[in-house]
């Protein structure tokens, strides 16, 4: 079964850090490029990151760069976010996906004081 799970979200200060797990069962995790993404309540969905399948490259929107940091591990197929220096406005349920195969269920991240 293709399948994507994603762990590591909980409640966190604005400032503080998390890292969000996502792994892959059910295909070669190595052989497709990952994506992050975030929804808020009332707010479209929003791509916050984007690896390539060797994990040599990276992309984030102005919104996260230089706070958010995506890496992969495709010998655990595993996909992380890491993330830092965490605002309210960073408050949402973040998704892993890969392209036209498979999303994960969501983890929700909320930043609050």
């Known amino acids: 079964q293709v399948q994507l799970v994603e762990s590591g979200g909980g409640l966190v200060q604005p400032g503080g850090s998390l890292t969000l797990s996502c792994v892959a069962s059910?295909?070669?995790?190595?052989?497709?490029?990952m994506n992050w993404y975030r929804q808020a309540p009332g707010k479209e969905r929003e791509l916050v990151a984007n690896i390539t399948r060797a994990g040599d490259n990276t992309i984030y929107p102005a919104s996260v760069h230089g706070r958010f940091t995506i890496s992969r591990d495709n010998v655990k197929n595993t996909a992380y976010l890491s993330m830092r220096n965490l605002k309210p406005e960073d408050t949402a349920v973040y998704y892993c996906d890969v392209p036209h195969l498979v999303r994960g269920q969501g983890t929700q991240v909320t930043v609050s004081s």
């Open positions: 059910g295909f070669t995790f190595g052989d497709y490029a």
